[in-house]
């Protein structure tokens, strides 16, 4: 019997999914978890890599390609809690999954994450400086969100399914709990990649800041996990190792809130613009 499902909307992924896939059954016994790919509006082998890879999990094909219309298929198909929201180009071992379920299946934890590892090899120097300054953000480090992955109590899951869609859907999991009521699990790691070119990242970020500014304007997001002034200039004080790097963060920001305006003024929130950088 399965001790937990996992959620995998997966896009155009053929290139990770398969390595993700076997990377989330290590360290498990053949039924601890229901996997569920859903692969939405793919044009490639996608759905094919993914039960090579895993012939255990059930792969969904949609032709709407939405990640949070893949989402609720996934939902749907499943009845298993505590339940593993995974992005398909995220590397999260088994037996780390099964560490995230721990806080709540032991304690009152109703959200967790794991610790992100954001690989620099291969990044250019304006980019692993991007990260070094992101990373040591107060909110980044306590957060659930940019992680790739979030694990939903039964009770969780249905706070969360009462929120409005919306394009960071991370963010609005992670500032649905107090801090009491998530937890970030320093034993389970996930391996995030980065972009490895400026202009990647940009992109990324563009989408990321679209997505910010619709969760305020939707009332979802927490003052808490927006990245301030006062947080830099704090940040700068307790960690002057990073001033240097501080002016290329604060040009990426700009440059993806810039970026995010034309979607803002249509109020497109479904365009997803993705770095292809990290997947090669």
Not at 181 to 187: A, L, T
Request: proline share 5%; with cysteine; glycine share 6%.
């Amino acid at each position: 019997m399965a001790v937990a499902s996992v959620i995998i909307p997966a896009h155009n992924e053929a290139a990770t999914i398969g390595r993700n896939l076997r990377a989330l059954r290590e360290g498990t016994r053949s039924d601890d978890l229901d996997v569920v790919v859903v692969c939405n509006g793919c044009t490639d082998r996608t759905a094919e890599v993914a039960r090579q890879a895993d012939p255990l999990a059930r792969v969904i094909e949609i032709e709407q390609p939405s990640k949070v219309e893949a989402v609720r298929v996934g939902n749907a198909a499943t009845d298993v809690f505590p339940r593993i929201h995974l992005d398909a180009d995220i590397e999260l071992s088994g037996a780390h999954a099964l560490e995230l379920l721990e806080p709540i299946t032991r304690e009152r934890v109703l959200a967790t994450a794991p610790r992100r590892d954001v690989p620099r090899t291969g990044c250019s120097r304006w980019v692993r400086w991007y990260y070094d300054v992101w990373e040591s953000l107060p909110q980044v480090e306590a957060g659930l969100f940019g992680r790739g992955v979030v694990v939903l109590s039964e009770e969780a899951q249905s706070r969360v399914t009462a929120l409005p869609r919306m394009m960071s859907d991370d963010l609005g999991m992670s500032d649905s709990f107090s801090g009491e009521e998530r937890r970030v699990v320093p034993g389970a790691v996930a391996v995030v990649h980065p972009p490895r070119t400026v202009r990647d990242l940009v992109r990324r970020r563009v989408r990321i800041a679209t997505g910010n500014a619709q969760a305020g304007q939707l009332g979802v997001r927490r003052e808490s996990s927006r990245t301030s002034v006062r947080t830099l200039l704090g940040l700068a004080v307790s960690r002057p190792g990073l001033a240097l790097r501080l002016p290329v963060f604060v040009a990426v920001h700009v440059a993806a809130r810039l970026g995010a305006r034309r979607a803002l003024r249509s109020g497109d929130f479904t365009t997803w613009q993705r770095d292809e950088s990290s997947r090669s």
